[in-house]
């Protein structure tokens, strides 16, 4: 079974300022799909980013982007020029790749890792 | 843009009542999910649905548990005989198709068992 490790239960940022979140994850799968959601107080889930594990290239959404390292299970996301409304709760995901023949589609989330920023 | 809508918000519920929590997945889904999250805790897969079938379900998802699509546009879940311990956020998520990697998750039912 895929494991997904947040070592950060809490992070915090000035605002207009750089942050990395990290996560590392275990597999034995060479097909599988990564994820950032961010949870702000309202609960919602909402994707952030996505990474496909075929793709050498790291995925960039505007001021977000990500560092994923395959050899290495890593999966950190970089907020770049922090705003207030980046505090959330920021979980990382792990997703089998279709038709990789795990048979499993399901989300696997990390504990989350609660960002504050500081105005 | 389209939402998973989940109704209600917050519901209290009676220890050993039962209870049914809903979403309406976005319309030209075709797989649908439900997860928890106990307060604090990580969030956790419960079952997976498809063509009107369970198509994966965790160890969490036992008797007490069933999803049903009663309409077409519904999705349900419902826990029979509450327990304390079933107290958690209840997340629904829809995809259009098992190839697509992106969830879209309704903003959650909060239950508490009390």
């Known amino acids: 079974a895929q494991t997904v490790t947040q070592s950060q239960p809490e992070m915090s940022v000035q605002e207009a300022e750089t942050v990395t979140l990290s996560c590392t994850y275990d597999?034995?799968?060479?097909?599988?799909?990564l994820f950032w959601y961010k949870q702000p107080p309202s609960r919602q889930m909402i994707l952030v980013i996505r990474q496909e594990a075929y793709k050498q290239q790291n995925a960039t959404e505007n001021r977000f982007s990500v560092n994923f390292q395959k050899a290495a299970k890593s999966f950190s996301l970089k907020i770049s020029d922090s705003q207030l409304g980046d505090a959330a709760m920021y979980f990382c995901a792990y997703r089998s790749a279709p038709y990789s023949g795990a048979g499993s589609y399901q989300l696997t989330f990390g504990k989350g890792t609660k960002l504050s920023v500081i105005p | 843009e389209p939402e998973v809508t989940q109704t209600p918000s917050h519901q209290v519920t009676q220890m050993g009542q039962e209870v049914i929590l809903r979403c309406v997945p976005i319309s030209n889904h075709l797989y649908f999910y439900w997860y928890r999250q106990i307060l604090g805790q990580k969030v956790e897969f419960l079952v997976s649905f498809y063509n009107n079938e369970i198509s994966e379900k965790s160890e969490i998802f036992d008797d007490q548990f069933s999803v049903e699509r009663p309409d077409g546009s519904n999705f349900t879940l419902k826990i029979r005989s509450t327990k304390l311990e079933d107290s958690a956020m209840y997340f629904c998520?829809?995809?259009?198709?098992?190839?697509?990697?992106?969830?879209?998750f309704g903003s959650g039912t909060r239950l508490t068992v009390v």
């Open positions: 998520a829809s995809s259009p198709d098992r190839a697509n990697y992106g969830y879209t």
């Open positions: 597999t034995s799968e060479s097909d599988y799909y």
